[in-house]
């Protein structure tokens, strides 16, 4: 579970985040939607415990992120718009480079090592180093290596970048089947449709403030009463 009370993160004079409240429960998929700069990466960063917050409060499956940090971060996973891998390490390398940050047993993370190879269909080239990947691969092993210790949720920026459609279609169906497991899940993207086909609810966010949030259903209703469009809705809501 992700919780953000009444969070507010200023660099300067400049707010970034403004007095910004979200709840994601376990089992949720949380679509966060917003323009360039509308305060999207600042939020997840404070949620990830890269930036601390100027006022308010985040949680992470029960534990504060500022006060709790190794506690709050054993429970989650990060996968950021780039991802970052280290280019002398092969991905099978990465793999087990990210179980032992976890500090998982041996056995355990030689299981999920093999389980994410197989489940992301990277067996092909996992055993190649990172240098030589595109950055479809690259973003394949950095999600797989963000599943190998079974976080409880799941932060994940711009999933799709750079992907095929195979790569996309194996993304989109681990994040559902996530969700359904139980796993909270905050997804940002510029991908309206995206957006669409996986979250159970969308926000919006634009100047640091949230602006728009509603399920699936509340959305598409609110896209009727206009020409039925989410494109519509997001341009309507952050003009």
């Known amino acids: 579970m992700i919780e953000l009370r009444s969070v507010t993160k200023t660099f300067g004079t400049f707010t970034a985040v403004d007095n910004l409240s979200i709840t994601i429960p376990p089992g949720e998929l949380f679509g966060f939607l917003g323009p360039n700069g509308a305060g999207k990466t600042t939020t997840i960063k404070m949620i990830a415990g890269l930036f601390a917050p100027t006022s308010g409060t985040v949680i992470v499956n029960g534990f504060n992120i500022v006060t709790h940090p190794i506690d709050a971060k054993r429970t989650l996973a990060y996968v950021p718009d780039q991802p970052f891998l280290y280019d002398k390490l092969t991905g099978r390398e990465f793999l087990y480079f990210v179980g032992g940050l976890y500090k998982m047993q041996k056995d355990l993370v030689h299981r999920r090592v093999a389980e994410v190879i197989e489940h992301f269909e990277i067996g092909r080239w996992v055993d190649k180093k990172a240098e030589d990947y595109s950055q479809g691969m ?66 919006i966010i634009h100047n640091g403030r ?18 039925g469009k989410l494109e519509s809705v997001f341009l309507e809501i952050t003009k």
């Open 210 to 227: 949230l602006v728009y949030c509603d399920t699936k259903d509340g959305m598409r209703a609110f896209e009727a009463s206009m020409d």
């Open 138 to 203: 690259r973003q394949r092993i950095s999600i797989a290596a963000a599943l190998v210790h079974q976080p409880k949720t799941i932060i994940v920026d711009e999933p799709m970048i750079g992907l095929d459609p195979r790569s996309s279609k194996i993304v989109r169906e681990t994040l559902r089947q996530q969700a359904k497991a139980g796993v909270s899940i905050l997804m940002s993207t510029h991908s309206l449709p995206v957006a669409e086909e996986l979250c159970d609810r969308i926000g």
